[in-house]
């Protein structure tokens, strides 16, 4: 079981329900309780609804069969019909970024009323596009300069919006459109930034290139959605808490989805010839310690080879490793290829990747922070071995988080060591062994108690441990550091 309040992992829990509603989570199910109301589901997860971050339910297949002055009652009907699916597929919880005639807010006030069932809305209303801009023919509000987005932005926030959405960049679905052309000024960007500012709330932007969104980053944008070419200096600055990016990898991705959707041929060609540089640029995101979201363009119900849309996109990464993995190693023995369709990783030749002659064994690198200052990284890999360095819990500034609390900082460390792990395609369940290192007046047993729940809910009986006192770790306030090493299985 996933409890999304702390964030842990539970194992073996008894879930009890009754009317389709879970009534009670126990660690064992009541003693008595007849076998024909009992059913094992051993191996498998329980985990709340599927989130959705971009979400389009009143989207046109193709975009240009787009109706500008389409009765919004027709919207809504094909709204409500995206929202059903989105439901029926798991999906509980759906950020909308443009939606054609405010859909989404309508949607929500029938919903509130008891009218529909839908999935939980956060709603943009409509986008805020310059006129001939990429949100052009697409029935969104359109601005132009500081002070008309400014008002377009609050019309939107007024009517309802939780968020506002921009486009800073073209796209690929028009003829003529690149995702490399920048399409808002500084001033046009702040417009809608104060706008949201003002309700408490931020701007998402369409993005394609790093120009724009170091651009828009800099006039207080949040979130950017889609990121197609990201560069490694921008993955940096996009590494910051409170700062998101939506991949959106579906969009390069789904050729036989677009074509069975009548997509014209130079969209279809536009997003197969973005598809690696896309995929590059989210491997890159991650690599940097990027926060990513899931979310999709296609409606997050829709089939996609037969899986919605938006449980396609959360395989999509790893879906692609698998394919350039096969054909990396073709003719190799799996070992050397490591354990394929883990978490994403760098296979397309990036910085801090390396291959020795024979082309066997590779190395790789991850790192989450200030390492190169004193030329280490948070982890390596080498073939099927992943080391992780000593690892404390540092917050954004530098200072120990849970002041005074050993477990505390034990777990946030195993947090860390896991994600480093996860970047390089292993788990805290390949770990075979430890090694915490407890400043002068930790607790030992805290340290002991957190390393055995957190290797225990990762299915991970317990790696090789050495635990030890040190004279002092390095900096004020840090009570434990964990190193650990892991070995992927082929
Ligand atoms: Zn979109």
Redesign the pocket.
């Known amino acids: 079981m996933i409890d999304v309040l702390t964030g842990e992992r539970h194992d073996g829990r008894a879930i009890e329900t009754a009317d389709g509603t879970v009534t009670q989570i126990a660690a064992a199910p009541p003693a008595g309780l007849p076998d024909r109301e009992v059913i094992d589901v051993a191996g498998r997860w329980l985990l709340p609804g599927l989130i959705s971050c ?3 339910l009143s ?1 046109v297949f193709p975009f240009s069969a787009t109706d500008e002055a389409e009765n919004p009652a027709i919207t809504a009907y094909r709204s409500g019909t995206r929202a059903s699916e989105a439901l029926r597929a798991g999906i509980t919880t759906i950020r909308c ?2 939606e054609q005639n405010r859909a989404d807010l309508l949607l929500r006030t029938a919903v509130r009323r008891g009218w529909f069932a839908a999935p939980r809305i956060l709603g943009a209303g409509r986008a805020v596009s310059t006129p001939g801009g990429h949100g052009q023919g697409s029935a969104c509000a359109y601005a132009t300069g500081e002070q008309e987005f400014y008002a377009a932005a609050l019309a939107e926030l007024a009517a309802g919006a939780d968020h506002v ?1 921009i486009f800073i960049n073209s ?1 690929l679905a028009g003829p003529d459109e690149h995702y490399e052309h920048p399409e808002m000024t500084d001033g046009e960007i702040r417009g809608a930034v104060r706008a949201a500012a003002e309700h408490d709330t931020y701007v998402v932007a ?1 993005s394609g290139e790093p120009t724009a969104i170091r651009q828009a980053l800099a006039q207080g944008v949040r979130c950017f ?2 990121a197609y070419r990201l560069d490694d200096e921008t993955a940096a600055l996009l590494a910051r808490p409170g700062v998101f990016v939506t991949p ?1 990898l579906c ?1 390069t991705r789904s050729e036989s989805w677009m074509r069975a959707h009548g997509f014209e041929e130079h969209s279809i060609r536009h997003a197969s010839q973005a598809a690696d540089v896309h995929l590059a640029s989210v491997q890159r995101a991650i690599r940097a310690g990027v926060t990513l979201v899931n ?1 999709t ?1 296609i409606p997050p119900g829709d089939l996609v080879d037969g899986t919605p849309a938006a449980v396609h996109e959360l395989l999509l990464p790893r879906r692609s490793d698998q394919a350039r993995l096969r054909g990396r190693f073709r003719g190799r023995s799996r070992r050397s290829a490591g354990r394929p369709g883990r978490a994403p990783r760098d296979l397309a030749g990036g910085p801090g990747r390396a291959r020795d002659p024979g082309g066997r064994c590779m190395t790789e690198r991850f790192t989450d922070g200030g390492e190169a200052q004193a030329g280490y990284c948070r982890a390596v890999r080498r073939g099927n071995v992943v080391t992780v360095s000593g690892t404390t819990a540092t917050g954004p500034d530098g200072a120990a988080l849970h002041p005074g609390d050993t477990g505390g900082q034990a777990r946030e460390c195993l947090r860390r060591v896991e994600r480093a792990l996860a970047a390089l395609g292993a788990g805290l369940d390949d770990v075979v062994r430890t090694v915490v290192y407890l400043a002068p007046g930790a607790s030992w047993q805290q340290a002991a108690d957190a390393h055995r729940d957190v290797f225990a809910a990762a299915g991970n009986p317990g790696p090789a441990n050495t635990m030890l006192y040190v004279a002092g770790l390095i900096g004020d306030g840090f009570l434990v550091e964990i190193e650990a090493q892991a070995v992927v299985l082929a």
């Open positions: 971009h979400t389009h989207i970024v443009h959405k796209g369409h959605e889609h959106t969009v979310g363009d």
